[in-house]
């Protein structure tokens, strides 16, 4: 029998008929927030005490540990069955998730799981307020001009913090392969192509729409990566930064703006 | 004098080689810089056969994964899917099942489906045989063809064969009148009327 009861993250009962008079605001609790895949990327970062999720973290570290020397690197899918494993694994296990390289030896595989946690995020990395915003100027302003740049930062100064500092932290990652395109084949242009569709979600529900945006979405995220130093320098976002931060914790956040690379293990 | 005109579709995963079969058939060249699609891309070819010409439409499809849901309206339409994989990845070969069942779920038997190997040229690294690719065809009841868009091999008989199994072609089946003309709008690629699944993006 379905429960008459609604739960919120924090673990807070009403009546059904009662919740939507519930403030949304809780402090999340693990115990309530099971699945990382679907789940709102700020609840899962509150409920872990993490600075981005879990999946992002460590499927970019194992990626790195790799190598980024991979042809169609993002582009080419890996193995169906391996990305629902390992999708499940995380589900089930956390941050004690193994996706070594001799559990799941096609690297393909780790980049498809990270394209899907991304596009199953109930509210996409870069949110439909962030969107409006970024596709406009992407649509009106000249490429790359300073006005195009001031508007895509007006734009992720809407994300929340954990969904800013996931960005920043996936987009100094993507650099980092494109630095690598003379052998993985992934420059700017090309990865903004297959990740934009995973990281931006037209508002509009025309399918026509969603299609005529994505030249716009991959000039954006191409834009994001190319300027990725002048639109994410601490300097000039903390302000709006920290008037979105809410939880001190995110203040103590540690990614660096120096492209950090990961310590081989 | 009037010219049929038809609808291809190509499906199939990311980098297996889709805009490159267009590209030789088009252009007669190849691109080396590795770009994948954006969105949709549709271009369109006349063909000049034995007993009549005919206008094709290709409608290339990006591989990627949000993508996926407006394909039923890009099959509805269609007169023939080629479905796309890459003999040195068995993971996009395994997926052309399901890509196949999605066009025959949208389409039954009332769709000419090609199921393609691409990149022949690649023989090192072949993870797929030729076998295996004829059995797979077999079973599913679709035409099989090996192809490699590099180095322009059997990219013209793949587009040759499709047209040739087209209603309407002496070989093939007796005209059936007007049930032989695939009416095409020449503004969008979707109907409005095509709205289940909601937002694809």
Redesign the interface.
Known sequence: MQSLFFTADCGFEAHKKCSEKVPNDCLPDIKFVKNLFGADLTTVVKARNTPIPVVVEKCIKEIEHRGLEV??LY??????DEVESIRMAFDKDGENTVISESKYD?I?SITSVL??YF?LLPIPLITFEAYRIIIDTMKQDEPRSRTQIIKIKEGLSKLPPAHYQTLRFLLAHLNRVTEQKATN?MGS??LA??FA??L???P?????M??????FE?KALETMLVKFRDLFSRMSTTQNFEANAKRPSFDALRISDQTPHFDKV | NHIDKFKLSLFGEMGVGKTSLITRFMYDSFDNTYQATIGIDFLSKTMYLEDRTIRLQLWDTAGQERFRSLIPSYIRDSSVAVVVYDITNANSFQQTSKWIDDVRTERGSDVIIMLVGNKTDLSDKRQITTEEGERKAKELSVMFIETSAKAGYNVKQLFRRVAAALPGMEQTEPKKGEMTEVKLKDTGPIEPEHKEGGCSC
């Open positions: 042809e169609g582009r080419i899918a890996g193995l169906h096609d393909n394209k899907l596009r084949m242009d090309n192509i297959v569709p995973t931006m979600r037209c509009e529900p025309d399918p026509m969603s299609l005529m945006n994505a030249q991959q």
